[in-house]
């Protein structure tokens, strides 16, 4: 394992897993900035890795992120700061290979934004999920208003953005916050065997799939149908038809889908 930032951020590697823990337990694993700038260098650095497929972004000692250091925001250190921001913001673009969320306890306000910036999450039963900086007047320019409607629906969305109150993990499983749920303590784990499915998979066809689905929000249907396609030649022409052959062999008939 790796410490970044004076031990702020950790990461470790599983295989072709890279997972990355948010470790400031003493206060719910809330970034202050140097946190954030961390998380965005440690992705990057991730993505640029070839033997790097899948990552998992968690929290340290049963807790997400509760979002940014109010201490550091009350100090006004850090007043102006957007975790989507162009100064090295963790959450300004999606990355091109997938990450998960790996949610115990809490993921609330900046800590929300960071879940639904990863392609998936995996919540334990303890998940508690919400804009708490409602309360205080906090905004989120942190892309949760973009990307959480995507996720839920506007209305859901707007439910959550405006009260600012907690959904629970089943809730978020029910409206599609959370992709799978765990026992409490399971979320690591859970997260763990789904980035290895990930990794394991013929990844030209997994990614460009991946990318058409991320990408097509900024075109009309037709455009983005079109990308899609031209996304997916490389797959058609490296892979599949090598693993066409291979199902008409006989592998993967009436067997496990791996």
Not at 123 to 148: D, H, I, K, Q, W
Request: charged share 20%; with cysteine; glycine share 12%.
């Amino acid at each position: 394992m790796i410490e970044h930032a004076n031990g702020k951020v950790l990461v470790d590697q599983d295989g072709p897993v890279t997972i990355v823990t948010i470790n400031r337990p003493e206060v719910k694993n809330a970034c202050d900035v140097e946190t954030v700038q961390t998380l965005h260098d440690v992705f990057a650095a991730f993505e640029a890795n070839e033997a790097a497929r899948a990552a998992i972004l968690t929290g340290a000692e049963g807790a997400f992120c509760a979002g940014a250091d109010l201490a550091e925001l009350a100090s006004g250190a850090s007043l102006g700061f957007c975790w989507a921001g162009k100064e090295r913001g963790a959450t300004r673009r999606r990355l091109a290979k997938p990450v998960i969320a790996a949610v115990e306890g809490h993921a609330v306000a900046a800590g929300l934004a960071l879940a639904v910036w990863c392609d998936m999450r995996v919540a334990s039963e303890t998940a508690v999920f919400g804009v708490f900086c409602r309360r205080f007047g906090g905004p989120m320019p942190n892309g949760c208003t973009v990307r959480l409607p995507r996720i839920v629906g506007e209305s859901r969305a707007l439910d959550m953005l405006m009260t600012g109150r907690p959904v629970g993990a089943e809730e978020a499983k029910l409206i599609g916050l959370a992709d799978r749920l765990t026992p409490a303590g399971g979320a690591l784990d859970g997260a763990r065997e789904l980035a290895h499915q990930l990794a394991g998979f013929p990844q030209l066809a997994m990614l460009s799939d991946r990318a058409s689905t991320i990408s097509q929000w900024d075109y009309v249907e037709e455009e983005a149908i079109e990308r899609e396609i031209a996304g997916a030649q490389a797959a058609f022409k490296d892979q599949f038809q090598a693993g066409a052959g291979r199902f008409v062999d006989g592998a993967g008939r009436h067997g496990a889908f791996e």
